[in-house]
C-alpha cells in the first residue's frame, strides 16, 4: 500500500502541505501525473514492484515477437534492447572532476542557455496483465511558445533501427507501425502552474537542490533513487543550459553511492561518462557528457532474477536520451 500511496502523493497536483495552488482544473503536468496512475509503462518505469506484479511471462517476450511479427526469411521488427555495454577505464571521470569541468565549460562564450521544452528518445517496457510485456520505443519532442502555450509531438521510432517498422501496443494488442508514425500531436493552453518543475530551474547549485526538493513535494534531503526520479522529470519539461547543467553535476557530485563505472556509447551513438547506483534488484545507469556535465541518458536494468514473475537479470525496464 505504501507503494501506491506515494504514487498519489506525487500525482497529487494540490499536496496537503505545499504552500501553492488553490481550487482549480488540473493543468497539463497535473493530468500527466494522474495518467501515470492509470497507465502501466509510466509505473513501470517509477516502481519496479508494479512491473514484477504485471509481468506473468516476461521470459517469453522476444519469442512471442518472432512468433507474431515475423516470417520466413524475416527477423522480428523489435526486440528488448540489453543494458548499454560498460567499457572500463583506467582513469574514470569521478562526478567531483565533472562538475569543474562544467562549470568551466559555464563559463566559455557561447555556452549552451536554458530551453524549456525537450527532445527526448525512449525505451521501456510495456506491461498488461493478459499479455507478455514489450519494449515501447518511441520519440518525444515539447515545444514551448511566446503566449505559454506548447505543443506535444510523440512518434514511433527506433534509432536502433531506421526505417523499420515499430512495435506499439496502444490498440490492446502487440502491432507494427512504420517508422514515425505519429502517435499523438497536440497543444496545450498556458500553464497556470508556478511550481517546480514547471517553473524556471535555477542554477545555482544550493537553490537548484531546493528546486528539486520542492517538485519532489519533500522537504527532507531526496534520497539516491528520488534525485534520479526528480531529475528524469526535470529533463522532460527542461533542455538545461550550460550553467544548469554545472549546477546539477555539483549536486549529483555530492550524493552518496553514485559511483564512476566506465564508459559507455549510448544508444544514439554519443560517447559518455556513466554512473551507477545499485539499490532493490536495480541498477540505475547515469550517462553524462565527459567534457560538459550534461546529462546525456538514463537506464533502469534489473540486477536481479525473480523466477516468480518472470523477470531475468540484465532485462532492461527503461531508457531515456536527452537530446538538445
Not at 104 to 121: C, D, F, I, N
Not at 144 to 161: C, F, I, M, N
Request: glycine residues 8%.
Amino acid at each position: 500500500m505504501a507503494d501506491e500511496l506515494d504514487l498519489l502523493r506525487r500525482a497529487d497536483p494540490v499536496p496537503a502541505h505545499g504552500p501553492h495552488y488553490g481550487d482549480g482544473p488540473l493543468d497539463h503536468t497535473a493530468e500527466r501525473r494522474l495518467a501515470a496512475l492509470l497507465n502501466e509503462r509510466p509505473a513501470a518505469r517509477r516502481r519496479p514492484r508494479f512491473v514484477w506484479s504485471l509481468a506473468a511471462a516476461t521470459a517469453a517476450v522476444v519469442t512471442v515477437l518472432a512468433l507474431l511479427f515475423s516470417g520466413p526469411g524475416t527477423t522480428p521488427a523489435v526486440a528488448a534492447p540489453r543494458p548499454l555495454t560498460i567499457r572500463a577505464d583506467a582513469t574514470p571521470v569521478s562526478l567531483t572532476e565533472l562538475a569543474a569541468r562544467a562549470a568551466r565549460q559555464a563559463q566559455e562564450q557561447g555556452a549552451p542557455k536554458l530551453r524549456k521544452g525537450t527532445h527526448v528518445q525512449s525505451w521501456s517496457m510495456g506491461m498488461s496483465d493478459d499479455k507478455p510485456p514489450v519494449t515501447l520505443p518511441e520519440e518525444r519532442v515539447v515545444r514551448w511558445k511566446a503566449d505559454g502555450s506548447h505543443t506535444e509531438l510523440v512518434v514511433a521510432t527506433d534509432p536502433r533501427h531506421p526505417g523499420r517498422p515499430v512495435l506499439r501496443d496502444d490498440a490492446g494488442a502487440p502491432h507494427l507501425v512504420e517508422d514515425g508514425h505519429v502517435l499523438t500531436r497536440q497543444t496545450y493552453p498556458p500553464s497556470w502552474s508556478d511550481a517546480p518543475p514547471e517553473s524556471t530551474p535555477p542554477h545555482d547549485a544550493a537553490r537548484l537542490r531546493a528546486y528539486l526538493q520542492e517538485a519532489a513535494y519533500t522537504k527532507a534531503t531526496l534520497t539516491t533513487p528520488e534525485l534520479l526520479d526528480v531529475i528524469d522529470e526535470l529533463l522532460d519539461r527542461w533542455t538545461l543550459g550550460a550553467r544548469e547543467s554545472a549546477a546539477l553535476a555539483r549536486i549529483l557530485a555530492d550524493t552518496d553511492g553514485l559511483r564512476p563505472v566506465g564508459r559507455v556509447t549510448d544508444r544514439l551513438g554519443r560517447s559518455g561518462a556513466a554512473y551507477a547506483y545499485d539499490s532493490g534488484g536495480t541498477r540505475r545507469l547515469l550517462i553524462m557528457s565527459p567534457s560538459t556535465g550534461q546529462v546525456l541518458g538514463l537506464e533502469t536494468v534489473f540486477t536481479k532474477a525473480d523466477p516468480e514473475y518472470g523477470v531475468k537479470a540484465g532485462d532492461v525496464m527503461d531508457y531515456s536520451a536527452w537530446m538538445r
